[in-house]
């Protein structure tokens, strides 16, 4: 694919930059980058925003142990690298993606010790009528739950891991029951062992440079929490700034390709190259593709949104920030000392400060700094957007430039 995409932009004539991480966008627009050759940048008339999103895992005990990772860590390893997470893996969470992992370890030779699904199978025939607009995608389904099921793999419905242990060389889970808020309650106790644990409770839309940039956002769970808003044609409110994808609100990736191609048209009209006759002859298709991928996407999403009582469980010495090792009960005690909004909560405890920069963290903080301070989470608000965006190091910035390389002006005449 990525062979594929280099052919296509070089016989478009565009400039592609492959290998490079964006640490900073400016207000004007400028992109700054490193790369294999050091620094670059680019001076931008319009930018579009295709942040895609980040995992997000309701932490429990033993969640930062080794061999446990989100699912899409697991996909990675499964289909880039070509590796199992692990001989006997747990997979746990919400979402199709357990499926799509499950099968995908069982077909590179592992074996699946359990499949936990926090969501009810009442959620899923509930989400059916909306998926029925993706016919292809409910048959792919289908397929992976005959192959779960053609390769014994346990399934537990309304289950969600309460904890994870070490045990010997392997690992002990205990799975509980869940409420309809997937909260952990009272029940039987499964106890699975395995040697590795995969577990993701859906995707938070990514937001960090249209939180860098002040851009308006508004909060939908079942869009994934803090969405960038877009008008009808993906602009956003920062002049210039255009958004795509499951930054704009969890769609699904079929639903993406099209909303980039609406943003994509849209900048071609607003800078000139498109005449408002064709830009409507363009975008009129690719809208209605966009309505019908997206109401499968929609659903989705509406699956793995985050209960706002879901972390009611989670226990007072769980770590919550793994950058920076902050807890629950460290959350709770900033905000029953008065902290009230995100980046107060930051700035007492260090959540949200580690080289993620908050984006495994800041979902669930912010669940946990709302249920404490008893309001609504939109009062709490989110981390103010930060560069840099990712993690770059001073060497990848300076290249070669050393310490004899800086101007030294003449002494001053005694």
């Not at 301070?373 to 608000?381: H, K, L, N, Y």
Request: proline share 5%.
């Amino acid at each position: 694919e990525g062979d594929e995409l280099r052919r296509h932009l070089a016989h478009s004539r565009v400039l592609a930059f492959f290998n490079h991480t964006v640490w900073n966008v400016s207000t004007g627009l400028r992109v700054d980058a490193v790369g294999p050759d050091g620094p670059v940048h680019w001076q931008c008339r319009a930018l579009v925003l295709a942040s895609g999103t980040t995992e997000r895992v309701v932490p429990f005990p033993g969640w930062t142990l080794p061999k446990v990772m989100g699912l899409a860590a697991a996909t990675i390893l499964l289909k880039s690298q070509k590796m199992l997470p692990g001989a006997n893996t747990l997979v746990a969470g919400c979402g199709p993606l357990l499926a799509a992992v499950a099968v995908g370890i069982v077909e590179g030779g592992g074996k699946v010790a359990a499949l936990a699904d926090a969501a009810p199978r009442s959620a899923w025939l509930q989400a059916s009528p909306a998926m029925a607009s993706r016919p292809d995608l409910m048959w792919q389904g289908a397929k992976w739950l005959a192959r779960i099921k053609s390769a014994g793999i346990p399934i537990f419905s309304a289950h969600a891991i309460e904890k994870v242990e070490a045990a010997g060389r392997g690992l002990r889970a205990t799975l509980a029951p869940v409420d309809g808020d997937r909260r952990i309650i009272q029940g039987e106790r499964r106890v699975v062992h395995a040697d590795a644990v995969v577990v993701g409770n859906g995707l938070v839309p990514g937001t960090d440079v249209s939180r860098l940039l002040r851009a308006e956002h508004t909060f939908d769970r079942k869009l994934g929490g803090w969405v960038v808003v877009t008008d009808e044609r993906c602009r956003t409110s920062f002049a210039g700034l255009y958004a795509a994808g499951d930054g704009c609100g969890i769609s699904g990736a079929a639903a993406a390709v099209h909303h980039g191609l609406l943003a994509g048209l849209s900048v071609a009209h607003d800078l000139g190259a498109l005449d408002k006759n064709a830009f409507e002859r363009e975008a009129g298709p690719v809208q209605r593709s966009l309505g019908k991928a997206g109401k499968f996407g929609r659903a989705m999403g509406a699956l793995m949104a985050l209960p706002a009582r879901q972390v009611e469980t989670i226990a007072p010495d769980t770590v919550v920030c793994r950058c920076e090792d902050v807890t629950r009960a460290e959350i709770d005690a900033a905000v029953a000392g008065g902290a009230r909004d995100m980046n107060q909560l930051k700035a007492w405890t260090r959540c949200g400060m580690g080289p993620c920069q908050g984006r495994s963290c800041g979902d669930v903080a912010a669940e946990l700094a709302a249920l404490k301070a008893g309001c609504e989470r939109t009062e709490v608000g989110f981390f103010t957007g930060r560069a840099p965006l990712r993690p770059v190091s001073l060497e990848q910035l300076t290249g070669d430039y050393d310490y004899a390389d800086i101007p030294l002006p003449k002494a001053a005449p005694l």
